[in-house]
Each structure stands twice: as C-alpha cells, then as structure tokens.
C-alpha cells in the first residue's frame, strides 16, 4: 500500500522498519477519540470555508459510518497503516475519493496525535474516578456496619492503641477521596485543545481553534504551539496520580493479606476472591490482593518510561513521544482491574468481630490510658508514663492484662489511682472517649461518614 507520505522519498520501507514503525496496535484502541477529532475538524475547515460545505458534510457523513462500523466490529484495522490517524484518513480516502483527503487541511498527526491522547485520558479519569468514588461508598458502608467493632491500632507493626476497625477504613477513603481530588485536578490541564497547532508552527489559514476546542467539550485552547504539540505533562501528571492511588491499594491490600492470615485471622475473604493451592489442600490464598500489590510496580514503571522519554527531548514533536501511550494505557487498565476487583473483595469480606476484639485486649494498648488516668489526676504526663510502664512490666512478669491488676497493686506504684481505674482503662472506653476532631470514637465516625459521603 502507497504510504500517505510518500512524494519525498519513494515510500519503500523495509517491512522490519514498517513494523518497528507502527503504532496502530496500541492507538487503535482512540479510533472514536480520532474520529470524533475529524468530525470536528472538517466542522470547523467548513465553518472558516477552508473546504467545501458539501465535502464538508460528505467527510463527515462517512467518519459516522466508519465510527460506527468499528463500534459494531464490522470492520478491521489494516495492519499495514502506520497509526490510527492514517488508518482513518486513508479508510476515508477509499470511500469517498479526492474530498476525502481535504480532511487533513490545517492539521498535522502532530497536533492530532496530542488531541486524541488528551480526549481519550479525559474519559480514562473520569471512569477512574467513578471507580474510586463507588469504592469510597463501599467503605463508608462497610464502616457504618461494623461502627463498634474494636480491633487494635498499630504502629511499627506493634499493637498500639485500641480503634474502631471503622476508623482504619475509612483512613483509606480518605486516601481514595484525595486521590480523586489529584484526578479532577489533573484534568483540568488535560482539558486543554492542542488542535490548530499543526505541525509546529500554527497554520496560515484562517482557522478558528476555539470553535473546534469547544466542539470537543474542551474549556480552553493551548497557546504555544510547539507546547501544544510536544506537552506530555497530562499524561506524566496522570500516572503519577495513578501511581499514588497503586500505593493507596498496595498498602490497603497488604492489609488484607496480613488480617486474612492464620496470624491474625481479622477478616476472611469471600471464596470468589481466593484460590487454593495444586498441592496443600488446607490453602485459601489471598491472591487478587497480592497481585494488586504487585501491580503497583508495573504502574510506577510506566511513571518512570514516560518521563525518562520526555527526558532531554528537543522540541517540538519527535518519534519518541509514540512510546508515550503504552505506558499510559497500561495504567489506566492497570488501576482500573485493580478498582474493579477489590471493591467488591472489600464488600465481600466477612469480619471477624471476636478476633480483633482479642487481639485488642492483648498487647497492653490501653497503657496510654492508664498514664492519661494519672495525668488527670494530677500526675505531669512523663511521670505517668512511667508508672504506667513499670505496670505493663509487672503485668508481664505476672502473665497477665492491666485489667487483672488488682486496686492494691495499682497502688503501690500511686496512692492516687483509685477503682474507677477500671473503668477508665476499659477497651470500649479508650475508644468512644477519643472524641477529638478525627479521632476513633464512634461519634467522629459518624462525623466522617457523614464527611464522606457529602463529598461523593
Ligand atoms: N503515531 C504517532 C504518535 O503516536 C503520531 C504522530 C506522528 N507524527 C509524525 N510526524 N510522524 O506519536
């Protein structure tokens, strides 16, 4: 097949070339963005009488057919193409002969290419927040169902101090939801038409960019354009927001896989999201949430591609900026499965109320209330903290819990605790009384959920 190109040179590629060459295999997948684009753009080459009305409507007429034949799988990418600019254009071209290759007035693939991208990850943020806000709502859910349940609080992996197992996750739709915001931030600049930029330079015609841009549901044109042609930001600025949100489900499903273990026995995945073992028979493993944590290095890896391809290159438009998409869409289905997957593992799981109640009364985590007992009662706080210590030690030397120590005991380390001293070190205790701003008590919990759901 004759290359769109060819004139200045004789077009006779070497087919190893042809293949190394080509894009059309990952970019087909923005055939309607593309479309979409020359809709818009034999519009706007109509509108400013660049070309005429009736090749206008013709060209026009014919991209709907074409859009919705590949919609419908009627029809099949030519491999032979280059990318999905010049499958189309050449496609339009075979249909309806000379008018269609007017198309390409005022426009250059350079400016094409940077417009897709940006209305295809336009969409990819909108479908990725629409994932992070469904998964918000399991989690305010799931938290308002389980509002009493303690569990202990770590930190350094050591039990720490008693929480709701609410207020953990609802830490993570904290997460989720600046995750969103850190989306709908990034569009903004996304939103942005490079079209009109040509090949570099802007064009002689007279064209009128802000009709286009806006035809395209775009809020503003780009006002370089050789920025508008070689600007990646958007994309680079996306997978860095999707790789925080890999880091928010990497940590979340590490969670998972420490509390679904015999150890800790904290919750049980539903069987629809484990897999057994082909030699233990006893195993239930946990491996959507290992791959989703394994996940999280592909997508930092495409972070990395794409701005170590951007690195050091000259402006404006060079051949290198076509590795900039395999990167992006590998991520955006990256983060997507994940989403997909573990909102329902989240609303599956079964939690194990009993467990995590046990866990919590062990490990002395409510020694901070017995040192805040003694501050309250006058003692400076690393006073207290002391004798609370030197009671955790005796508690470990007698093989029991602080709330096994008896008045007489308590005392011998401070005349001044008294038998409310039981009450106050209480587990449900420490926890509904932590009623300050974001704390774990059950009042702050419904403050939160109420928070969040406001914001969804
Ligand atoms: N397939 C190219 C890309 O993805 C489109 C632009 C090519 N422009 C050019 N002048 N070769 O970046």
Not at 35 to 46: F, K, Q, V, Y
Request: some cysteine; hydrophobic content about 40%.
């Amino acid at each position: 097949m004759t290359k769109l190109w060819t004139g200045r040179t004789t077009g006779r590629t070497d087919p190893l070339a042809d293949d190394f060459n080509s894009s059309l295999y990952f970019d087909k997948r923005m055939y309607r963005q593309d479309i979409e684009g020359s809709i818009a753009h034999a519009a706007m080459l109509m509108k400013q009488k660049i070309i005429p009305k009736e090749s206008g409507i013709k060209i026009q007429k014919e991209l709907r057919n074409i859009l919705s034949e590949l919609d419908l799988g009627e029809l099949e990418f030519d491999e032979y193409c280059e990318d999905i600019h010049m499958f189309i254009e050449q496609l339009l071209t075979s249909r309806i002969g000379e008018e269609g290759k007017m198309l390409h007035t005022a426009r250059s693939r350079n400016d094409q290419v940077a417009l897709d991208l940006r209305m295809y990850l336009k969409e990819e943020c909108d479908q990725i927040i629409s994932l992070l806000k469904e998964f918000i709502g399991v989690l305010a859910d799931k938290s308002e169902a389980h509002k009493e349940i303690i569990m202990p609080g770590y930190t350094h992996l050591q039990r720490a101090q008693p929480i709701l197992f609410a207020h953990h996750l609802l830490a993570y739709a904290q997460m989720l939801l600046r995750d969103v915001s850190r989306l709908e931030d990034s569009k903004k600049r996304m939103n942005v038409s490079p079209i009109g930029s040509c090949a570099l330079a802007g064009t002689t015609y007279h064209i009128d960019r802000y009709f286009e841009a806006a035809l395209l549901g775009f809020d503003d044109i780009s006002m370089n354009s050789l920025d508008g042609v070689s600007d990646r930001d958007f994309a680079v600025e996306m997978l860095s927001d999707l790789s925080l949100i890999m880091t928010h489900l990497s940590r979340f499903a590490e969670e998972f896989i420490l509390w679904s273990s015999w150890e800790f026995q904290f919750i049980e995945a539903d069987d629809q999201y484990t897999t057994g073992s082909s030699i233990m028979p006893q195993k239930k493993n946990p491996d959507m949430a290992e791959l989703i944590r394994g996940k999280t290095g592909r997508v930092y890896g495409d972070l990395m591609s794409l701005l170590t391809v951007l690195k050091g290159l000259p402006l404006a438009y060079n051949k290198d900026m076509q590795e900039d998409k395999e990167p992006i869409f590998d991520s955006c289905d990256t983060v997507k499965m994940c989403l997909k997957v573990f909102i329902p593992m989240i609303k599956t799981m079964k939690v194990n109320k009993k467990n995590m109640h046990y866990a919590a009364q062990k490990g002395f985590i409510n020694a901070t209330d017995v040192a805040d007992y003694l501050t309250k009662k006058g003692v400076p706080f690393r006073d207290a903290y002391k004798i609370s210590g030197q009671l955790v030690a005796l508690c470990i030397s007698k093989d029991c819990i602080l709330e096994e120590l008896s008045l007489s005991e308590y005392q011998s380390y401070s005349a001044l605790i008294k038998e409310d001293i039981y009450e106050a070190i209480s587990l449900r205790n420490c926890v509904i009384k932590r009623i300050s701003e974001g704390g774990t008590s059950i009042s702050s919990i419904d403050t939160q959920i109420q928070w969040i759901r406001k914001k969804l």
